[in-house]
């Protein structure tokens, strides 16, 4: 069965700390695997991976895939209040006509 | 956990037809669906809230009368295309929120519409 499973489901952590959240999926034919930002109402696009070992990166914001692993990292350095905000790992079924989301990590940055 | 599905997955329909999709929390009562349209490669816009028993709550430019949405149900909420044109194609995500959780929402596998 295809799905997506992230983790820690919570993190709270002090400004100025570095975060790795960690998405891990099982799919046939892998074709991507995206990451977004959830704050209070749409999800925003953060990276979409699809080749292993190649990091993607913005501003503070870095993910690399693993495909080997199954696995995705998404690391926040330096971490802002304004990180604060549910991330959501997702990965397109082979036929593209569905997307399997994991249920996200819920990152608290405290000042 | 928590499962939600959509329905149908897939639909292609001819213009000017209505279509409906359902979105159902299998195993939780969904206070809360949201309802999402995607567009390839860029990220998911928020269509409209809806909490059971009331009307649903549309983001701006988001046409209530073209895109109705009815949550009857604390596990069922609907999204019906009316009058589709091929300019409404697009991929159709709900997700769900639970009583007594409110920071967590379950995403539905999507439904891919394609209006001809």
């Known amino acids: 069965e295809d799905k997506v499973v992230q983790s820690p489901l919570s993190l709270v952590v002090h400004e100025g700390d570095t975060v790795t959240l960690n998405c891990s999926y099982e799919?046939?034919?892998?074709?991507?695997l995206l990451w977004y930002k959830q704050e209070k109402k749409a999800p925003t696009f953060l990276f979409m991976l699809?080749?292993?070992?190649i990091e993607k990166k913005s501003g503070r914001l870095s993910s690399i895939l693993d495909k080997k692993e199954l696995s995705s990292i998404l690391n926040i350095t330096a971490t802002q209040t304004g990180d604060s905000a549910i991330y959501l790992c997702?990965?397109?079924?082979?036929?593209?006509?569905?997307?399997?989301f994991g249920t996200g990590t819920s990152l608290t940055v405290i000042p | 956990g928590a499962v939600v599905s959509q329905h149908p997955s897939r639909v292609i329909c001819k213009s000017g037809t209505s279509v409906k999709i359902e979105c159902r929390s299998l195993?939780?009562?969904?206070?809360?669906m949201f309802w999402y349209r995607q567009f390839p490669k860029k990220s998911l816009m928020l269509m409209a809230t809806?909490?059971?028993?009331?009307?649903?709550?549309?983001e701006q430019g988001v046409e209530k009368d073209k895109f109705l949405i009815n949550h009857a149900s604390l596990t069922l909420s609907t999204l019906t295309v009316t009058s589709a044109h091929p300019e409404d194609s697009s991929f159709y995500i709900c997700?769900?929120?639970?009583?007594?959780?409110?920071?967590?929402?379950?995403f539905g596998p999507g439904t891919r519409l394609l209006v001809l």
């Open positions: 809806s909490n059971e028993g009331s009307k649903a709550t549309y």
């Open positions: 997700s769900a929120r639970g009583l007594g959780n409110q920071e967590t929402q379950y």
């Open positions: 799919v046939t034919n892998f074709r991507s």
């Open positions: 195993d939780f009562q969904a206070t809360t």
């Open positions: 699809t080749s292993s070992g």
């Open positions: 997702a990965v397109p079924s082979n036929t593209g006509n569905q997307f399997y």
